[in-house]
T-cell receptor, first 116, second 112 residues
Framework: GAGVSQSPSNKVTEKGKDVELRCDPI?????LYWYRQSLGQGLEFLIY????????KSGLPSDRFSAERTGGSVSTLTIQRTQQEDSAVYLC??????????????FGPGTRLTVL | TQLLEQSPQFLSIQEGENLTVYCNSS?????LQWYRQEPGEGPVLLVT?????EVKKLKRLTFQFGDARKDSSLHITAAQPGDTGLYLC????????????FGKGTLLTVNP
């Protein structure tokens, strides 16, 4: 079946503008993750959704970042008043849900965000 | 804060050579995963190691988890150009069963 898809694949915006990044997880996956990957850095955890539970937002770097997941499927990551340091690849992953040692995360191709 | 240090950061070798990349931490992990990421794509899981001292083989790739579950290595035998990519290790601390700590990766280039 289809894997995780993300849109847009590339986004160039001006400093101060808001952006929305979309993630379509694999059908049936209850867990959804957002990560940020900056040049030369590892993946930085941003937020985690599991079913109907309250999301774990502990990785969001500032209150300019927010995310929602509608109907337990599609997720949108919103960055308000973008700054140049927000430039990075934003990766979404989904999984069946469960312990990390046994639950495989499937990643989308990412959205490359460039803030001018 | 748990950190995973990967080395080397960059590695460029010729086809047919062997190589080893390392993933080290001062923290204990319940499990450790290795991913490969190609340009423009997301990481793809290669293997998960759970038991201290565990060795797993995936064709020409051999993964080992340290006895103390603080470190891991990935050895590639007779590297091929198709092995080119960013190799990431990620550790699961077990405290929260979904959060992974990622290293910065080793960028491997295998030249034909």
């Amino acid at each position: 079946g289809a894997g995780v898809s993300q849109s847009p694949s590339n986004k160039v915006t001006e400093k101060g503008k808001d952006v929305e990044l979309r993630c379509d997880p694999i059908s049936g996956h209850t867990a959804l993750y957002w990560y940020r990957q900056s040049l030369g850095q590892g993946l930085e955890f941003l937020i985690y959704f599991q079913g109907n539970s309250a999301p774990d937002k502990s990785g969001l770097p500032s209150d300019r970042f927010s995310a929602e997941r509608t109907g337990g499927s599609v997720s949108t990551l919103t960055i308000q008043r973008t700054q140049q340091e927000d430039s990075a690849v934003y990766l979404c992953a989904s999984s069946l849900g469960g312990a990390a040692s046994t639950d495989t995360q499937y990643f989308g191709p990412g959205t490359r965000l460039t803030v001018l | 804060t748990q950190l995973l240090e990967q080395s080397p950061q960059f590695l460029s070798i010729q086809e047919g050579e062997n190589l080893t990349v390392y993933c080290n931490s001062s923290s204990v992990f319940s499990s450790l995963q290795w991913y490969r990421q190609e340009p423009g794509e997301g990481p793809v899981l290669l293997v998960t190691v759970v038991t201290g001292g565990e060795v797993k083989k995936l064709k020409r790739l051999t993964f080992q988890f340290g006895d103390a579950r603080k470190d891991s290595s990935l050895h590639i035998t007779a590297a091929q150009p198709g092995d080119t990519g960013l190799y990431l290790c990620a550790g699961d601390s077990g405290g929260s069963n979904y959060k992974l700590t990622f290293g910065k990766g080793t960028l491997l280039t295998v030249n034909p």
